[in-house]
């Protein structure tokens, strides 16, 4: 049984258009993630939610919109794609404090924008 | 703001010898963690091990131990034993009291030789 699951897993879409992309966890954690892998591999925090609160948005583009039904679902909605959008998105969750616990990641969800 | 370096873009090792993979770190926060994870080419995020702030002895799980160094804002990971399956892309991460989020270095691609 997965722990943390995303959907789509791949994801070709055209500049402009608009799409999601859907995280659950079902590890009872507090707390959620959405993580950028760049084309170098970077990988970079875009937002964290605590118990469906909005934690952290490290300067992401207002294009893309978080939104946290419950603490177990976190997804990413992503408007007017850009090229620089193409990335892996991975899911994340934890409990709430980082220092003792690590991260659970989902399998990542490659975006393509042509 | 924590930063994580990780000064080897890539390593090679040769099958069963031990391979040491460098990370340093700068955070203000007086109690934080270390953790190392894994991206193999199938590019999903495993966590290898982790090392809290205030922990006195170095953390170990099985093949893989971390080398903490407080003073010099060390954490490196030492592999033992290589095998062809550990060829993989290796993260060294650190997380704080503040907001949970990890903030990743810049990755080390590991390259095990038969």
């Known amino acids: 049984d997965t722990a943390v699951s995303q959907t789509p897993k791949y994801l070709v879409t055209q500049m402009g258009n608009d799409k999601s992309i859907k995280c659950e966890q079902n590890?009872?954690?507090?707390?959620m993630y959405w993580y950028k892998q760049d084309s170098k591999k970077f990988l970079k925090i875009m937002f964290s939610?605590?118990?469906?609160?909005?934690?952290i948005n490290e300067t992401v583009p207002n294009r893309f919109s978080p939104k946290s039904p419950d603490k177990a679902h976190l997804n990413l909605h992503i408007n007017s794609l850009e090229l620089g959008d193409s990335a892996v998105y991975f899911c994340?969750?934890?409990?709430?404090?980082?220092?003792?616990?690590?991260?659970?990641f989902g399998e990542g969800s490659r975006l393509t924008v042509l | 703001a924590q930063k994580i370096t990780q000064t080897q873009p890539g390593m090679f090792v040769q099958e069963k010898e031990a391979v040491t993979l460098d990370c340093t770190y700068d955070?203000?926060?007086?109690?934080?963690?270390l953790f190392w994870y894994k991206q193999p080419s199938s590019g999903e995020m495993i966590f290898l091990i982790y090392?809290?702030?205030?922990?006195?002895q170095n953390a170990t799980e099985g093949r893989y131990s971390l080398n903490f160094q407080k003073a010099r804002k060390s954490a490196n990971l030492v592999i033992s034993a290589s095998q062809l399956g550990d060829s993989a892309m290796y993260f060294c991460?650190?997380?704080?009291?503040?907001?949970?989020?990890?903030?990743f270095g810049q990755g080390t691609i590991l390259t095990v030789h038969p």
């Open positions: 090392q809290g702030s205030y922990d006195q």
């Open positions: 991460a650190e997380g704080g009291t503040s907001y949970g989020k990890l903030t």
């Open positions: 939610y605590n118990n469906k609160e909005l934690i």
């Open positions: 590890l009872g954690h507090d707390t």
């Open positions: 994340a969750s934890s409990r709430w404090q980082t220092n003792t616990g690590e991260l659970f």
């Open positions: 955070t203000s926060d007086p109690s934080y963690g």
